[in-house]
């Protein structure tokens, strides 16, 4: 195989979901089938790199030409209601939801006791101040469902716990449009932890 | 989601096996956390429609300083054994099996009897042209199972059969490391219409 293939189905197989055999099937596609499709790669990944960027304000990706993101300039949105989320991504899917008004604050990762204060510090330094200047009244942790993430929610609980906000977690529980019989024992668990008054 | 993003998912969606959840996945690893991984796969990309073309040959991927390819021009390779693939990647998975010796032909796609006659007969004419050349004196038609290529072997067939060649097609059967229990009615179908003497 020649070094450039090989070279290029290596740098495919790193990206997330793609295995060896799939980032083969990518780059023969990329180079035999189609050389439109390797030009619009080129030019996308070119176009990302160049344009893209984080809010400096809420870690969301936006464009250059919208610093601060769209979202954090958007007069209809509540300031005081800020939602924590691990990365961009998670800001995206919430916006598909169409419930929530306020802004976001992106970890840009998990936080964890067992982290490195070098690490977690700084991170926790830029929510305090956010709280502060946007006068926040209500932390919406937007997190995970797992270990990791609980250990997130505990750490930014323990942290601002002394401010005397509202702190509020989303709900726990059976996902719209199934049922019990296809809810795992952990989920069950945290659904009837979590049960409402009718 | 800026323009950027929305862009570079959508081209990553048209890559082989990758759905729009995935693609985007894949943009924000590229944008996100990954600087090094972008700028790797804007040079792999660069690299790889600079440094290969298909040999003129064969018509698998060289490096454009290989040509003919290392396998047409391997002396201990025998040329009038010829394999008639549908393309390159057939080549690579035939060369990890390592027991074929001869050289290759790239059909780049399937013909049927269906095609009009300005796709398919240029192909034949480089087909029959090569076998004059390199004195074949047997085919390996090395498709797959399925109609379309059926259709492409008995096209072939009927046309290579007036040379007076040896004709073979790779045998169907069960798979190795398998069995009976999970092989389907066609695949058991066809192992019995080539059951071999022992």
Same mark, same amino acid.
């Given at each position: 195989m020649p070094e450039a293939l090989q070279n290029l189905i290596r740098v495919l197989a790193r990206l997330p979901g793609i295995g060896r055999r799939t980032a083969e099937r990518m780059a023969y596609r990329l180079i035999l089938r189609n050389q439109a499709l390797l030009r619009d790669l080129q030019s996308a990944l070119d176009r990302a790199a160049r344009e893209l960027t984080l809010c400096p304000r809420c870690g969301n990706l936006t464009s250059v030409e919208a610093v601060p993101c769209r979202i954090c300039t958007d007069s209809n949105r509540d300031p005081a209601f800020l939602c924590i989320v691990e990365g961009a991504p998670d800001i995206q899917i919430l916006e598909q939801a169409r419930t929530f008004n306020g802004h976001y604050?992106?970890?840009?990762g998990? /936080?964890?006791?067992?982290?490195? +204060? @070098?690490?977690?510090?700084?991170?926790?330094? !830029?929510l305090l101040q956010r709280i502060q200047e946007d006068r926040v009244t209500e932390i919406l942790l937007a997190l995970n469902s797992d270990v990791e993430s609980d250990a997130t929610a505990a750490y930014l609980a323990e942290h601002l716990q002394p401010l005397?906000?509202?702190?509020?977690?989303?709900?726990?529980?059976?996902?719209?449009?199934?049922? /019990?019989?296809?809810?795992?024992? +952990? @989920?069950?668990?945290?659904?009837?932890?979590? !049960?409402q008054a009718l």
């Amino acid at each position: 195989m020649p070094e450039a293939l090989q070279n290029l189905i290596r740098v495919l197989a790193r990206l997330p979901g793609i295995g060896r055999r799939t980032a083969e099937r990518m780059a023969y596609r990329l180079i035999l089938r189609n050389q439109a499709l390797l030009r619009d790669l080129q030019s996308a990944l070119d176009r990302a790199a160049r344009e893209l960027t984080l809010c400096p304000r809420c870690g969301n990706l936006t464009s250059v030409e919208a610093v601060p993101c769209r979202i954090c300039t958007d007069s209809n949105r509540d300031p005081a209601f800020l939602c924590i989320v691990e990365g961009a991504p998670d800001i995206q899917i919430l916006e598909q939801a169409r419930t929530f008004n306020g802004h976001y604050f992106c970890l840009q990762g998990k /936080l964890s006791p067992h982290q490195q +204060e @070098t690490i977690t510090q700084p991170i926790l330094e !830029r929510l305090l101040q956010r709280i502060q200047e946007d006068r926040v009244t209500e932390i919406l942790l937007a997190l995970n469902s797992d270990v990791e993430s609980d250990a997130t929610a505990a750490y930014l609980a323990e942290h601002l716990q002394p401010l005397g906000l509202r702190i509020t977690r989303l709900a726990f529980g059976i996902p719209a449009g199934s049922g /019990l019989a296809y809810s795992d024992p +952990e @989920t069950l668990s945290r659904a009837l932890k979590g !049960r409402q008054a009718l």
